[in-house]
């Protein structure tokens, strides 16, 4: 019997706590709570669990600045980890984001919909352990090496740009990335980018991409997500 996931939820209200516990053990995973943000980096520390739930307003300090603290320690980098807004929130979202959290999920919320992007996030990091050369979602291939997207045999022209923000979206499936996330990947391009150019970029790419299927979803006030549900990518 294969161990459970270990998670560490940081969050101060009693009633969202025990929502978020309740469906771990229905969903197979060991949660611990902490309340205030001191002792939840402290757990994580001492823990070093599979998954890190944060909520943005916590008492002692806060999840963003216990998510740069994990984001800025060795041994604790790579520990997946989602922040829980309140609406208003969407700059800290942002930052959060932008500090290395892997997602967030907004109040109110669906237990159901949260440990469905647990569970992504915790497949996702065991697929980009091998480095990806070449990339398979729907009837499309995305070569890395030769920076070449074919949809069957027929090669799909990208600029440079949208080139690096299709890598960038793919590698990082069903993670909201902000625009100056994809900003930062596509410096070396052919043209000089700024921050409201992305959307042009995305809206390119969603023509290249064709109808039949929308693979970039965009979330509001935030950025892109790369989507995998209904057909799902290969690496």
Not at 2 to 31: F, M, T, W
Request: with cysteine.
């Amino acid at each position: 019997m294969s161990q459970k996931k270990r998670i560490i939820l940081v969050e101060d209200e009693e009633d969202i706590a025990a929502l978020i516990k309740l469906q771990a053990e229905l969903s197979g995973y060991k949660l611990h709570v902490e309340v205030d943000g001191i002792n939840g980096y402290r757990a994580v520390e001492r823990e070093k669990p599979d998954l890190v739930i944060l909520d943005i307003m916590l008492p002692g300090e806060n999840g963003l600045d216990v998510c740069r603290k994990i984001k800025n320690h060795a041994e604790l980098k790579n520990i997946p980890t989602i922040i829980l807004s309140a609406k208003g929130e969407e700059l800290d979202v942002i930052l959060g984001l932008e500090l290395g959290a892997d997602d967030y999920v907004q109040k109110p919320f669906s237990p159901k919909v949260l440990f469905s992007r647990i569970k992504a996030i915790l497949r996702r990091g065991k697929e980009t352990e091998k480095v990806t050369k070449v990339v398979k979602f729907g009837d499309f291939v995305l070569d890395v090496d030769r920076y070449i997207l074919k949809k069957g045999e027929k090669v799909i022209p990208l600029t440079l740009s949208e080139f690096g923000i299709l890598r960038r979206l793919v590698s990082n499936r069903s993670k909201v990335l902000t625009r100056n996330q994809l900003l930062d990947d596509i410096n070396n391009d052919d043209s000089f980018i700024v921050d409201r150019n992305i959307d042009v970029h995305i809206a390119s790419l969603r023509k290249k991409l064709g109808p039949t299927f929308d693979w970039i979803e965009t979330v509001r006030g935030v950025g892109y997500r790369f989507r995998e549900d209904a057909v799902g990518v290969e690496g």
